[in-house]
């Protein structure tokens, strides 16, 4: 799974391609923690690229969330494919990473 990373100006954007899972899960976090760690309070993390995520990526997404809002901040995700939404709602995991249609749409109103 690939990273990249854009500021857009009000938020960070973090762009996932690939398979989210064990493998890639820690990637995910060691990308957000140098996100966090370099100022970055409104984070999004693009999934319009993963195609698959599995509970360890799950797992991953929560923890980036935790630490986002223990700096201050917050983490959102965009752009979500049908089998990451699947997993959210079986998971009832999408009433606290609600999904956004855009990462534009994501900080829109805050």
Do not use: W
């Not at 954007?13 to 140098?34: C, H, Q, T, W």
């Not at 999004?44 to 935790?66: E, R, Y």
Request: aromatic letters at 4%; a negative charge; hydrophobic letters at 40%.
């Amino acid at each position: 799974m690939e990273f990249t990373t854009q500021d857009k100006g009000r938020y960070t954007e973090v762009s996932a391609s690939g398979r989210l899972n064990m493998v890639a899960a820690p990637k995910l976090r060691e990308v957000i923690d140098e996100v966090v760690s370099g100022g970055g309070k409104r984070i999004v993390v693009n999934l319009a690229d993963t195609s698959f995520m599995d509970s360890s990526g799950l797992g991953a997404l929560i923890g980036c969330l935790k630490l986002a809002r223990q700096s201050g901040g917050d983490l959102r995700i965009a752009a979500v494919q049908p089998q990451v939404n699947m997993v959210l709602e079986l998971t009832s995991m999408h009433r606290v990473l609600t999904p956004h249609a855009t990462p534009e749409e994501a900080f829109l109103n805050d």
